[in-house]
């Protein structure tokens, strides 16, 4: 079956410029969460989505960053005014309910480069 | 502060040897604790999860321990091979909410 889809796979755009970036969850998966991977970093937890709800969002870095999902599926996650410092793969994960034990299904993430 | 640590950025063995990666973690009292793998250009993948009370886990040719008291777990990978070779990444999930929490990960480099 189709996993997480996330687009586009590569942006490249100026400082000071708006980026959206999408992702396509898993259907039925009412888990959705946004983390940043910078080169030779782990994994960033940035927000976590129930529903079309964030309980979580602690993790995003500014109030430049923002992220909402509409119909329980699609999310888009928004940094504006792009610094340099936001370059980064954007990987997005789903998981059938949030929670312990059910596992994350990952996209291969947004490849984002601010010059 | 809550830290999960993975002892070695990098792991080199000769193939058909048995690897062992190492996870460790402070100030936290998991339930549960994953294991991934992620491949250059990809997003991890989901390879195991065990719980508090499994003191162990197997999968085909991999191994997991999990040690609440040492706050550690080990991942095994028996018989080796070339395409072993990745990034492995332990998570937790956090305690003050539900978002797993990922190791900065350990590449395993498996030479034939």
């Known amino acids: 079956g189709a996993g997480v889809s996330q687009s586009p796979s590569n942006k490249v755009t100026e400082k000071g410029k708006d980026v959206e970036l999408r992702c396509d969850p898993i259907?039925?998966?009412?888990?959705l969460y946004w983390y940043r991977q910078s080169l030779g970093q782990g994994l960033e937890f940035l927000i976590y989505?129930?529903?079309?709800?964030?309980?979580?969002k602690s993790g995003l870095p500014s109030d430049r960053f923002s992220a909402e999902r509409t119909g329980g599926s699609v999310s888009t996650l928004t940094i504006q005014r792009t610094q340099q410092e936001d370059s980064a793969v954007y990987l997005c994960a789903s998981s059938f309910r949030p929670g312990h034990d059910s596992p994350l299904h990952f996209g291969n993430g947004t490849r984002l480069t601010v010059t | 502060s809550q830290k999960i640590e993975q002892n070695s950025e990098a792991l080199n063995i000769q193939e058909g040897k048995t690897a062992t990666l190492t996870c460790n973690y402070t100030?936290?009292?998991?339930?549960?604790l994953q294991w991934y793998r992620q491949d250059p250009g990809r997003g991890p993948v989901f390879l195991l999860l065990i719980r508090e009370n499994e003191k162990e886990k197997r999968k085909e040719r991999l191994k997991v321990t999990f040690d609440t008291t040492l706050k550690q777990s080990l991942f095994h990978i028996t018989a080796s091979q070339p395409a072993d070779s990745a990034t492995y990444l332990c998570?937790?999930?956090?305690?003050?909410?539900?978002?797993?929490?990922f190791g900065k990960g350990t590449t395993l480099s498996v030479s034939s």
């Open positions: 998570a937790l999930l956090r305690q003050a909410g539900t978002a797993l929490i």
């Open positions: 989505f129930q529903g079309n709800s964030a309980p979580d």
């Open positions: 100030n936290y009292s998991p339930a549960y």
């Open positions: 259907s039925g998966h009412t888990a």
